[in-house]
């Protein structure tokens, strides 16, 4: 089992960015294929990014595609969220997840364990 705490969400104005956090404790981190969702008030849990274990493959939203970028430090047990030219409907709490199985997932239920979310508002 791993334990996920998110960090680094915040208010920004529109254009800005935020670099998210995602530390993990507990099983070795780089057993887990990784994940980044968010969720709106009223919305359902929606996919953002995921990343494999190594590191070497990503898959994105359209909806962030060049915008957002996921990476990982499998030394620091460390999941990344960059995000840039934050827009008002990137507004949401954002989870990482992690998964057991391999492959990449865009699906929520496809995801192990979760964190607790770090909130992202962002003004126009």
């Known amino acids: 089992q791993v334990q996920l705490v998110e960090s680094g969400g915040g208010l920004v104005q529109a254009g800005g960015s935020l670099r998210l956090s995602c530390a993990a404790s507990g099983r070795t981190f780089s057993t887990y294929t990784m994940g980044w969702f968010r969720q709106a008030p009223g919305n359902e849990r929606e996919f953002v990014a995921t990343?494999?274990?190594?590191?070497?493959?990503?898959r994105y939203a359209d909806s962030v595609k060049g915008r957002f970028t996921i990476s990982r430090d499998n030394a620091k047990d460390t999941l990344y969220l960059q995000t840039a030219s934050l827009k008002p409907e990137d507004t949401a709490v954002y989870y990482c997840a992690a998964r057991k199985a391999v492959g990449l997932s865009n699906d929520p239920l496809g995801y192990d364990y979760w964190g607790q979310g770090t909130q992202v508002t962002v003004s126009s």
């Open positions: 990343i494999t274990r190594s590191g070497g493959i990503t």
